[in-house]
C-alpha cells in the first residue's frame, strides 16, 4: 500500500509562517509529483499546489501564490509545503497526495492521500 503522512500542522498567528511536511511509507516519493490541498470547516477541499518530481516545477492556487512555497527534499523521501504571511481563511486540513505515477503536474487524479494535518491561523 502508498502511504503518505503529513506533518508540522499547528496553531499560528496571523502573518505568522509554517512549514508542513510531507513523507512516504511504501513506495519511493522522490519519483513522483505531489500536490497539495486543504479542507475548511463546512467547505470542499481545495487544491492548493504541485510540485514535479524533480522540484523544479511548481504551480499554486491563486489564493496562496505568492504566500505559500512547495519543495522537495528527494534525498530526505519529503515534500515541504512553506506557508508564510498567514491568514484565518488559511485554517484547514491539510493534505499531500500523488497518483504514484506521474513524474510532473498537473496531475489528472490523486489516488493516495495522507491523513492531513491541522492548520489553525488565530490571534
Known amino acids: 500500500q502508498l502511504q503518505l503522512v503529513e506533518s508540522g500542522g499547528g496553531v499560528v498567528q496571523p502573518g505568522g509562517s509554517q512549514r508542513l511536511s510531507c513523507t512516504a511509507s511504501?513506495?519511493?516519493?522522490?519519483?513522483?509529483?505531489i500536490g497539495w490541498f486543504r479542507q475548511a470547516p463546512g467547505k470542499e477541499r481545495e487544491w492548493v499546489s504541485c510540485i514535479n518530481s524533480s522540484g523544479k516545477i511548481t504551480t499554486y492556487a491563486d489564493s496562496v501564490k505568492g504566500r505559500f512555497t512547495i519543495s522537495r527534499d528527494n534525498a530526505k523521501n519529503t515534500v515541504y509545503l512553506q506557508m508564510n504571511s498567514l491568514k484565518p481563511e488559511d485554517t484547514a486540513v491539510y493534505y499531500c497526495?500523488?497518483?504514484?505515477?506521474?513524474?510532473?503536474?498537473?496531475?489528472?487524479?490523486?489516488?493516495?492521500w495522507g491523513q492531513g494535518t491541522q492548520v489553525t491561523v488565530s490571534s
Open positions: 511504501g513506495f519511493t516519493l522522490n519519483i513522483y509529483a
Open positions: 497526495a500523488t497518483d504514484g505515477e506521474s513524474y510532473g503536474c498537473p496531475l489528472l487524479r490523486y489516488d493516495y
